[in-house]
C-alpha cells in the first residue's frame, strides 16, 4: 500500500493525514496548535508541523506530500533565506488603506481585468504596500516574497536556496499580482505594491507537478478553499465552509472578473477557476454569541432551535472583525429590532446563527452573477457540526444543502493532490465520497429582507 500525506496549515491550527494513494482511506493523523493573532512569526507554523507529523506517525512510511494553507499571508525573507519580520495574515487588516489606494491607481475594472480581483486587506499586494511605506528598511531587506504553504514546503525542501521556493495557480491567484490566465507574475503590480519588482516569488508548479526531498515527493501545495474543493468532492454543488472565516466558492472554466470585489477570481488545483466570496465573520459569531449569552455552543444551537424563523425581528449584522464582504474593514457588529419582548435568549441566538448565514447569502448572489449554478450547497467547516446552522441554512440560502460526514477537508485535498503526482494523471485520482446528510426546508424571504435593510445603513454611512 502507497501513502500520502495532506497538511492544512490554517489560521488557528495544523492537521495532517496520511491515506491510503489508492483508495483514500484514511490511514492516521495528527495535529497541532498554532498561536492566536493576525500577525505571526512563520517558526510558530514550522514547530506545529513538525508536532503534527509526529503525532500523526512520522513521514517513513509515505511516498508523496503536499502542503495547504490559508492563503494571502505575506512570509517575507532576506538575502539569507531568514524571515524579515512576523507574517501578516489574511486576516490582518492594517492594509486596508493601501488596498484603497491601489483600486484608485488602476481602477477597479483594470484590477478585475487583469488578475481576477479588487484589491482589498486580506491580499498580499496590500500588504507589500504597507511594508513599503510602513517599514521602509524591512521592505528593503526582502529579497523573496511567499506564503505560508510556499514556506513550508521550501522548509521541507531543505536546500536553504530562495531558489527553490515554489508555489501553485490557486494560492498565486490571490496575491493581486498574478494572472492565473497567463499563468505569469505581473512585475509592474509587484512593483506598485512594493515599490520594486526585483524581489525573487516562488516558482509556479503545474497542477499534478511535483519537487523533491528525499524519500518524499512534494506537490506544489494550494490555497485552503482550492485544497477543500480537492477534499469535499463537490461535485456541481456551490460549496459553503464556515470556519474562522466565511467561504462560498465553486468551480469554473472561465475566470471571474468581478469589478464590484464581492467575487474574487482565483485559480483553483486543477488547472481550472475558483470564483470566491469571503466574509471575515464566520464560527466565531456563534463563539462570541455563546460568549455573551453564558451558554455552551451546544446551547447556542438548542435556543436558536427554540425560536420562530427571523428571530422575532432581531437581526444581527455580525461584522464582528471588520468585513470583507462588503469591504467594511473598520465596522463593528451590531443588534437590530429590539424591543421589550423579543429581547430574549432564543431569539438572539437565532439572529446569531441567521445572520452569519445571510452574509453568506451576499455570496451565493454574488456567484450566480457570475454565472454559478446556484441549485444546492455543500456546507463544510467547524460550524456545519451545530444542527441550528444545519436546519437554518436551507431556510436562509432557499435551496437544498448537503452537509458531509466532518473531516478535515483541506488536509485531504492537499492528500488527494499529493497521490495525484504520484500518478501523473490528467485528473486527480477518484477517492469514494464521505456519507453525507441533506437538509430541505421552505426559505423565508423575509429573514433577508430584515437582514439586507439592517447591513445596508453601513453602507449608507
Given amino acids: 500500500m502507497t501513502l500520502v500525506a495532506g497538511v492544512d496549515s490554517s489560521t488557528q491550527s495544523c492537521k495532517v493525514v496520511v491515506r491510503d494513494a489508492e483508495t483514500g482511506r484514511l490511514v492516521r493523523e495528527g495535529r497541532a496548535a498554532h498561536p492566536d493573532g493576525t500577525e505571526v512569526h512563520p517558526s510558530h507554523w514550522w514547530i506545529a508541523l513538525q508536532d503534527a507529523l509526529d503525532d500523526a506517525g512520522g513521514l517513513d512510511d509515505v511516498a508523496a506530500l503536499s502542503v495547504a494553507g490559508q492563503q494571502h499571508g505575506m512570509v517575507c525573507l532576506d538575502d539569507d533565506g531568514k524571515v524579515v519580520r512576523e507574517a501578516l495574515l489574511w486576516n490582518d487588516t492594517r492594509s486596508a488603506a493601501a488596498a484603497s489606494e491601489l483600486v484608485d491607481e488602476l481602477g477597479a475594472d483594470a484590477w478585475a481585468?487583469?488578475?481576477?480581483?479588487?484589491?482589498?486587506?486580506?491580499?498580499?499586494?496590500?500588504?507589500?504596500?504597507?511594508?513599503?511605506?510602513?517599514?521602509?528598511?524591512?521592505?528593503?531587506?526582502?529579497?523573496?516574497?511567499?506564503?505560508?504553504?510556499?514556506?513550508?514546503?521550501?522548509?521541507?525542501?531543505?536546500?536553504?536556496?530562495?531558489?527553490?521556493?515554489?508555489?501553485?495557480?490557486?494560492?498565486?491567484?490571490?496575491?493581486?499580482?498574478?494572472?492565473?490566465?497567463?499563468?505569469?507574475?505581473?512585475?509592474?503590480?509587484?512593483?506598485?505594491?512594493?515599490?520594486?519588482s526585483d524581489v525573487l516569488l516562488p516558482r509556479v508548479l503545474g497542477p499534478a507537478e511535483s519537487v523533491g526531498a528525499g524519500h518524499l515527493r512534494l506537490g506544489p501545495g494550494a490555497g485552503d478553499n482550492a485544497a477543500a474543493m480537492l477534499g469535499v468532492a463537490a461535485g456541481a454543488d456551490v460549496v459553503v465552509s464556515l470556519g474562522t472565516s466565511g467561504v462560498v466558492t465553486a468551480t469554473s472554466d472561465v475566470r471571474a472578473a468581478d469589478a464590484s470585489g464581492v467575487v474574487a477570481g482565483f485559480a483553483d488545483a486543477t488547472g481550472r477557476y475558483l470564483p470566491l466570496a469571503c466574509t471575515l465573520n464566520a464560527a466565531r459569531v456563534l463563539d462570541a454569541t455563546a460568549r455573551m449569552l453564558g451558554v455552551s455552543l451546544d446551547r447556542l444551537s438548542e435556543l436558536a432551535l427554540s425560536a420562530p424563523a427571523g428571530a422575532e425581528g432581531v437581526v444581527l449584522v455580525p461584522y464582528l472583525e471588520g468585513e470583507r464582504t462588503p469591504n467594511l474593514p473598520d465596522a463593528t457588529g451590531a443588534l437590530h429590532g429590539l424591543t421589550l419582548t423579543n429581547a430574549t435568549p432564543a431569539n438572539i441566538a437565532r439572529a446569531a446563527v441567521e445572520g452569519m448565514l445571510c452574509g453568506l447569502a451576499v455570496g451565493l448572489d454574488a456567484l450566480a452573477e457570475q454565472g454559478a449554478d446556484v441549485t444546492g450547497v455543500r456546507l463544510v467547516g467547524g460550524a456545519a457540526a451545530s444542527p441550528a446552522v444545519r436546519e437554518i441554512a436551507p431556510v436562509v440560502f432557499g435551496v437544498p444543502v448537503t452537509v458531509p460526514a466532518p473531516g478535515e477537508y483541506v488536509a485531504d485535498g492537499a492528500a488527494r493532490q499529493a497521490a495525484w503526482v504520484l500518478t501523473g494523471g490528467a485528473r486527480p485520482p477518484e477517492w469514494a465520497g464521505s456519507d453525507s446528510t441533506r437538509y430541505e426546508a421552505p426559505a423565508v424571504p423575509e429573514i433577508r429582507a430584515r437582514y439586507g435593510e439592517a447591513s445596508q445603513r453601513y453602507l449608507n454611512r
Fill in 113 to 196: 481585468t487583469r488578475v481576477g480581483l479588487v484589491p482589498v486587506a486580506s491580499f498580499t499586494i496590500t500588504k507589500l504596500r504597507w511594508l513599503a511605506q510602513h517599514e521602509p528598511v524591512n521592505a528593503k531587506r526582502t529579497a523573496a516574497v511567499c506564503l505560508p504553504h510556499d514556506w513550508l514546503t521550501w522548509l521541507m525542501r531543505g536546500t536553504g536556496d530562495l531558489a527553490d521556493l515554489v508555489t501553485d495557480r490557486s494560492d498565486a491567484s490571490g496575491t493581486g499580482y498574478f494572472d492565473s490566465v497567463a499563468d505569469e507574475y505581473v512585475p509592474e503590480l509587484v512593483a506598485l505594491g512594493l515599490g520594486r
